[in-house]
């Protein structure tokens, strides 16, 4: 069956966010891009890994993920 046109992953969400086989949705910890040697090691270490995303804007990037399996 053809998809529908004009439905499309918005690719900065898709490479921002990864959406669990339970339907969580992961991401990044914010603040670990530059400025790391004033920041200290217990912080860095603090965020490492992905956290999950809070339940309020979860609906936001989901929408923007048509094709993923819980995206829906």
Do not use: N
Request: charged share 35%; proline share 6%; aromatic share 2%.
């Amino acid at each position: 069956m053809r998809r529908p046109k004009g439905i499309k992953t918005k690719k900065s969400v898709a490479k921002r966010f990864k959406i669990t086989a339970g339907g969580k949705v992961l991401r990044a910890r914010a603040g670990r891009r530059h400025l790391a040697e004033t920041k200290v090691p217990k912080r860095r270490r603090a965020l490492r890994g992905t956290t999950t995303v809070h339940p309020t804007d979860v609906h936001r990037i989901t929408g923007s993920l048509p094709f993923s399996h819980r995206g829906r």
